[in-house]
């Protein structure tokens, strides 16, 4: 393509403006150089026009008490112009901007000048004179949306030439460059990606905190020694898991889940073989596990005897084998049956050869399918093991050796749970199958074995929640019944008193208070069972043997007691001299530091005990010294605790104090104020992190210490070096307060702000604060007075029904059935509100609806209606247990994936009304909603639309109507006074204190999109139900990344509203997210405290659960804005309102590249403006900040060269008064 050059040179500075010689004129490009402190977009000049492009850029902070110079020939470097470096010059060439300028080496500043390149001298007599030219053009193309920046160096701009084959950029491109650009934009990508990796990073300081793997290797394994001619408790052992059964089920009553006559609708005991154990043969208790209640931590403990760090959770869905020992290990031999997820990690985990596994497929994990028949396979996989024994010999002996296991997975309970809830009928049926299973087990290995020497365990790894999930440390999860008999196993305890010891309100309803109740932790389990087969203990477990469970004699018991206490010295021994090669200054464990107190001398001490035959003495000393033992591996474990929760505090409390001063730098003072540096400040920060990092060195610290301490050193370091920003950005922002009466309305304010951060933090316990917060902001609009609602009045009266509406969300209980007609009538109101908008399209958008647009907004609501059918169908067929029909599966795929693809359909004739693409999201997105919703999820999907859509429009009336107001009051009151001048020229204007109540409100909705439908702060709350609709085979990566779709759908829109409101509100992009990711941090320090890993396992759940997802929702807020800028890229925004004030005006700032230009005079949109040219000579409002003079030359000028400028769309109410063009004297 042809170059085209521009027809003339404008040079605007403060000595006004001028046109240069026709013979300049020829050859010049068009250049706009500004140091005025008052942006010039506001003239309507930032719109492309003729053959050229003029563009004001708005972006640079000039000293204006340096003398500007003025631009002169340009002949020969094709592009030339005069600046200082803090001011901004923009030379436009057919969309290619860029500017030479010399390097002072001398001084090391960076003046730009404005010369002849064919001679060394600067042209202006006050510009600083230096000894040599350098040319450092830097070319930068930014698309209209300001998203992308490219740019390169190294070339000298000889001749036009060498300029046309080097560099055409694409075209319809701005191409410009300044330094306070370079840096928004750097600093806005570089400050997400610092966000989320930051944030990653200490998400996973709890477990290295709080959760530190406790596996040590290199201990010396112990046993009780027994004579010769005497045998261990049992020569074998049968564990029966049942996957998911809560402790309260087991032993409640029932009526019959299926009834057959009358007589089974009298409650009675589900698992009535079980029961008889506990009544009449062995001892039973309730198991405590701990969190997270999965199923791979759960075995661990139950099978190794230890406690896996909570990160091991993400290991337990796949073959990962248990890098440790375990009971299974420590056997002679073990067979085991059940699922292909829990039984391959124990035998690759163990020595070759050593357990055997029998898995059913994967294909039989369909929770659209009756679970029973999962544990039916392994009843009749363990009959057909000890049948073939009668006909294979070898199989035959080696099942009749000793310290065998057999270790049967039952997972039907864990899959119904999930599917119907523990409440269900199909899940109360499953105790009865596996009661009625492990009876005829028993039975059979009785007759096989006919010896009773067998000991047989039934436990489960965790329990199941009332909504059908499990993994927090709710009560429901961590409570599993423990029942023991056989050979070893003490009888039952009965008590002659009306409720037995161990019994409390929990067990009051399961009719057994006259047995005694043993309650045990989970990893105590692995304890009992190596004694009873007389195995040594795994390495590494820290579990105590129950002697309650056992029926030795009291001289066994205190051996017994004595060498569990002794195993678990060995791990305390290890685990210190391991901590003492790696610290420069060991701080031992008193109670077993003390040379009369040491671990060898005590153990002596109850071996003498033993042999005295003191054995209940020996027992409570042996009970004791595991007490300090456990005690001992606490200390060693938190030893570095009080060192990296602080390092974790300061680097929180860093990332706050940088994220807030960059948000002052960028986004208040526009770059003005440059990082100020010292040779003594970065020597003193860089001194702190290279002792920190050599303390890690010493201590063979993990790689993420590294990473917490680079952090808090770089954050604060950032800080410093910007500490003039802060206090510039203190005046601009609180200089204002200064009255009595402003004092206390500020602090009024800040209190209010302060209680709702708060608030939120309750909100996590307790939902209904939520509730409270949107009644209360339902009268937000009322706060401005009468006027404002009359003016405002359809906006107010949606936002106050949808708060109100939104209020009832979380007094819904969280704990959801599936609801079939709810789910129906939420997708119908989708349906019909696409409906509404295609009828009346024409009359939202002012303006005729594009055909195909229409037609694709059309097939939205048509997958809307499929959805919602599809879905009807897969519910009711699942619910029947008649499984997911494949042609319902294949159809909610496709409906799903279309939907989701539609937006990238209206690109075909694209629709760039801020409406349309927000009618087009929700559109987008309603399908999703239908297929995974269970219950009221659908409706809440409409009124949060409603409610995110009235507070757009409400935050921007609020800035109009709050500006006019302002206005007025500036231009009745006496006080000439004026707020500081903007001294950039961005075409965004500079946030101010109003806008932290928009980010609090963004805050508050992100709470909300969250917890509206889920449980009190607990991941496990949403239901899998939906999920089966379309994955109904066992898969908990895909299923939850389904489910992660659905959570994510109400962030988006968010992310997509927040994005328009910073187009309207005529903030820069990102600046908005940037206040909010400061300030949710907030939470996320306060949840870090209050992390715990003891108390009730409620507790420790429920800590961990509320930081972890705090922390996610900050990494949420980054990764939603980049969704909002890819949303509001290309799209027309409205932008301000009429004045509203009686003297005021209505100013917003353009926020976007085809948003609303506009300014006290008048507004023009740059979507209408674009690409549009007028036949005859623009016209240019006139502004208060320029004088008649100045109008008149820039009219002269544009009469001149015939330059044809878009008018702005006459508002009389704004402008009413246009220079005329006049021809040259």
């Not at 889940?257 to 005991?269: C, G, H, I």
């Not at 129906?824 to 958008?845: K, N, P, Q, S, T």
Request: net charge neutral; hydrophobic share 45%.
């Amino acid at each position: 393509m042809e170059h085209q050059k521009p027809r003339a040179v404008l040079v605007i500075s403060q000595q006004g403006f001028r046109t240069l010689s026709k013979e300049v004129l020829k050859e010049s490009s068009l250049v706009v150089t500004n140091t005025w402190p008052f942006p010039l977009h506001g003239m309507g000049l930032d719109v492309n026009v003729g053959p050229s492009s003029l563009h004001v850029v708005s972006s640079g902070v000039g000293d204006v008490s340096r003398k500007p110079i003025i631009s002169a020939s340009m002949q020969q470097a094709g592009r030339l112009s005069t600046l200082e470096w803090k001011a901004i010059t923009y030379i436009e060439l057919d969309g290619t901007a860029g500017f030479p300028f010399s390097m002072n080496k001398s001084s090391r500043t960076f003046p730009l000048h404005s010369f002849d390149p064919s001679s060394t001298r600067p042209i202006d007599s006050g510009a600083e004179r230096v000894d040599s030219l350098a040319y450092y053009p830097l070319w930068a193309c930014h698309t209209p949306d300001h998203r992308r920046l490219s740019y390169s160096h190294s070339f000298k701009p000889t001749g036009e030439d060498r300029h046309r084959k080097r560099h055409n950029p694409p075209k319809r491109r701005r191409c410009f460059i300044t330094p306070s650009s370079v840096m928004a934009v750097s600093s806005r990508a570089g400050f997400l990606a610092v966000a989320v990796i930051f944030h990653l990073v200490y998400i996973y300081s709890i477990f290295d905190i709080y959760f530190v793997s406790p596996i040590v290797s290199g201990m010396k394994l112990v046993q009780i020694e027994r004579p010769e001619n005497s045998k261990a408790p049992a020569d074998r052992l049968v564990l029966f898991v049942g996957d998911g059964l809560r402790a309260d089920k087991a032993f409640q009553s029932f009526p019959d889940p299926y009834p057959e006559s009358e007589d089974d609708l009298t409650p009675r005991p589900l698992a009535p073989f079980l029961r008889s154990r506990v009544l009449e043969h062995g001892t039973f208790g309730v198991s405590h596990t701990r969190v997270p209640t999965e199923s791979r931590p759960g075995h661990v403990a139950l099978i190794a005897g230890l406690y896996e760090d909570v990160s091991a959770v993400a290991t337990g869905w796949k073959l990962n084998p248990v890098n440790f020992d375990s009971v299974f290990n420590r056997s002679r031999h073990t067979w085991s049956w059940g699922s292909p997820d829990i039984l391959p990690m124990f035998e690759q985990g163990a020595v070759p050869g050593r357990v055997d596994s029998y898995t059913y497929g994967h294909e039989f994990e369909d929770f659209s399918q009756d679970a029973l028949q999962l544990d039916f396979w392994v009843f009749d996989h363990v009959k057909e093991l000890f049948a073939d024994a009668a006909k294979n010999d070898t199989l035959d002996a080696a099942l009749r050796q000793d310290k065998v296991v057999f270790f049967l997975h039952l997972l039907g309970l864990d899959t119904n749970g999930h599917s119907y809830r523990p409440y269900s009928k199909e899940y109360l049926h499953n105790i009865k199958v596996v009661d009625q299973g492990v009876k005829e087990i028993t039975e059979m290995i009785g007759n096989f074995y006919a010896d009773d020497r067998t000991a047989f365990v039934f436990t489960a790894d965790h329990g199941m929640s009332d909504w059908g999930s499990h993994g927090d440390g709710h009560p429901n999860n961590t409570r599993t019944p423990l029942i023991t008999w056989g050979s070893g196993i003490a009888p039952p305890v009965l008590s002659s008193d009306s409720v037995a010891p161990g019994h409390d309100e929990y067990s009051s309803d399961w009719h057994l208070d006259e047995i005694k109740r043993h309650d045990v932790a989970q990893a105590d389990i692995a304890a009992l069972m190596a004694y009873l087969i007389g195995v040594e203990f795994p390495a590494n477990s820290v579990g105590e043997l129950p002697l309650s469970y056992v029926s030795s004699s009291i001289e066994e018991k205190a051996q017994a007691a004595l060498i569990n206490a002794r195993e678990i010295l060995e791990m305390y021994r290890v685990k210190e001299e391991q901590k003492k090669a790696t610290e420069l200054r060991y701080r031992p464990f008193q109670p077993l530091s003390d040379a009369g107190l040491a671990p060898e001398r005590r153990v002596a001490a109850i071996q003498r005990l033993v042999d005295a035959g003191n054995y209940e003495e020996a027992i409570e000393e042996s009970a004791a010294l595991m007490k300090i033992a456990l005690e001992g591996l606490r200390y060693l474990q938190t030893y570095d605790w009080l060192f990296l929760r602080t390092l974790i505090t300061i680097g929180y409390l860093g990332w706050m104090a940088f994220a807030l001063t960059i948000v002052v730098d960028l986004h208040v003072l526009r770059g003005s104020q440059l990082p100020s540096r010292t040779t003594l400040g970065t020597t003193a920060f860089s001194s702190v992190l290279a002792a920190l990092y050599a303390s890690f060195i010493i201590s063979k610290s993990p790689v993420t210490y590294y990473a917490y301490g680079f952090f808090p050193v770089v954050f604060w370091e950032e800080v410093w070096a910007r500490r003039s920003s802060l206090i510039e950005g203190r005046k601009v922002l609180f200089g204002h307060i200064k009255t009595g009466a402003s004092i206390f309305s500020f602090l009024l304010n800040l209190v209010a702000y302060i209680g709702i951060i708060v608030s939120l933090a309750l909100g996590y316990i307790h939902r209904e604060v939520l509730t409270v917060i949107y009644v209360l902001a339902a009268f937000w609009p009322m706060t401005y007075g009468l006027r404002f609602l009359q003016l405002n009045s359809l906006l107010s009266v949606v936002w106050f029904f949808s708060c109100l509406v939104m209020s009832v969300f979380t007094l819904l209980p969280a704990m959801k059935s599936e609801d079939i007609p709810l789910i129906v009538a939420g997708g119908i109101v989708m349906a019909a509100i696409g409906l509404a908008y295609l009828i009346w399209e024409d009359r939202l958008l002012a303006k005729p609806a594009l055909p195909i647009s229409r037609a694709l907004t059309g097939i939205q609501i048509g997958l809307i209606l499929l959805a919602i059918v599809v879905t009807r169908s897969s519910a009711i067929s699942l619910q029947a247990k008649a499984g997911l029909p494949r042609g319902n599966q294949v159809v909610g795929w496709i409906v799903l994936v279309i939907s989701l693809l539609m937006p990238l359909a209206q690109r075909l004739q694209p629709n760039s009304h801020y409406k349309h693409s927000l009618m087009t999201m929700f559109l987008t997105c309603a399908p999703t909603f239908v297929i995974l919703t269970i219950s009221y999820e659908g409706v809440f999907y409409v009124a949060f639309s409603a409610l995110l859509v009235a507070w757009v429009g409400l935050e921007h009336r609020v800035f109009v109507f709050s500006k006019g107001t302002e206005e007025d009051r500036r231009s009745s009151s006496k006080d000439t006074a004026s707020k500081p001048q903007d001294a950039s020229t961005s075409r965004f204007r500079a946030l101010t204190l109003a806008d932290a109540r928009v980010c609090l409100f963004f805050f508050v909705l992100l709470q909300s999109a969250f917890f509206s439908t889920g449980n009190v702060a607990s991941v496990s709350s949403f239901s899998l139900d939906s999920v089966y609709r379309l994955i109904p085979i066992f898969d908990p990566f895909s299923q939850g990344a389904l489910l992660v779709v659905k959570l994510m759908i109400p962030f988006a829109l968010i992310s997509a509203n927040l994005g328009i409101l910073n187009v309207r509100l005529g903030v820069a992009p990102s600046s908005l997210f940037m206040v909010v990711m400061a300030i949710s941090d907030v939470l996320t320090l306060y949840f870090f405290w209050v992390v715990k890993d003891e108390g009730s396992w409620l507790e420790i759940g429920s800590t961990i659960s509320h930081f972890v997802i705090a922390s996610l929702l900050c990494v949420f807020v980054a990764l939603l804005e980049g969704v909002s800028a890819l949303f509001i890229s290309g799209i027309e925004v409205e932008g301000s309102e009429p004045k509203v004030g009686q003297n005021g005006t209505a100013a917003a700032a353009s926020a976007s590249a085809g948003g609303t230009i506009a300014n006290g005079n008048g507004k023009t949109s740059g979507a209408e403006t674009r690409g549009k040219t007028r036949n005859e000579p623009g016209k240019l409002c006139p502004s208060s900040l320029f004088s008649d003079e100045t109008f008149s030359a820039f009219n002269l000028f544009f009469y001149n060269h015939q330059i044809n400028v878009p008018r702005h769309r006459p508002d009389r109410r704004n402008c009413s008064t246009y220079f005329k063009p006049v021809k040259p004297r």
